[in-house]
């Protein structure tokens, strides 16, 4: 009896592999787009100036979205001053980790960073880029998980 119970489970196992890709039931399967957004309150900063990035991640559904971790490696060009998050915690320095997110709802992490002095150059252009590096929850559209803006340092300060 119990080898035929094991054969019924690895041929229905086999199937919903074949059929559906997994053994987890539909409604098991949370799924969720998680979309970023930044923007910078300057394009142009000079050497000691903070320049602020404002991070937003909205999960635009249909499900809650769990273990999600997004952020911002801070790039060469600037030093971190700060980094928040308006929900769950500060993950890695730069990185929010947020437990649950519904359908609809948003977080946004704030980081305010200041530019690095470069005696062979006084102006430079960078691009700086925040990406959701990790979820726990399938992502429907990886196409908006990432978010640049280009920032220009003009030299110093007067």
């Known amino acids: 009896m119990n ?22 039931p539909a409604a098991a399967q949370e799924t969720a787009d998680l979309a970023l957004t930044k ?5 142009n900063v000079r050497i000691g100036e903070n320049i602020t990035y404002t991070i937003t991640l ?5 499900d809650t979205a769990t273990g999600v971790v997004f952020g911002d490696p801070v790039p060469d060009p600037l030093n971190l001053v700060s980094f928040t998050c308006s929900q769950g915690t500060i993950s890695g320095g730069s990185f ?12 946004t992490a704030t980081l305010v960073a200041t530019p ?4 062979a150059r006084s102006e430079r252009r ?13 992502d429907s559209n990886s196409t908006n998980n990432s978010a640049s803006v280009e920032t220009h340092i003009v030299g110093k300060t007067p």
């Open 116 to 119: 690095i002095t470069n005696p």
């Open 39 to 43: 923007v910078a309150d300057q394009k």
């Open 3 to 24: 080898r035929r119970i094991a054969r019924f489970a690895f041929a229905l196992l086999a199937l919903v592999v074949l059929v559906g890709g997994s053994a987890l």
């Open 96 to 107: 929010c980790a947020v437990e649950s997110l519904p359908s609809g709802a948003s977080v």
């Open 126 to 138: 960078f691009s700086n880029t925040a990406f959701i590096s990790d979820a726990a929850t399938t």
């Open 58 to 62: 909205t999960n635009l559904g249909p």
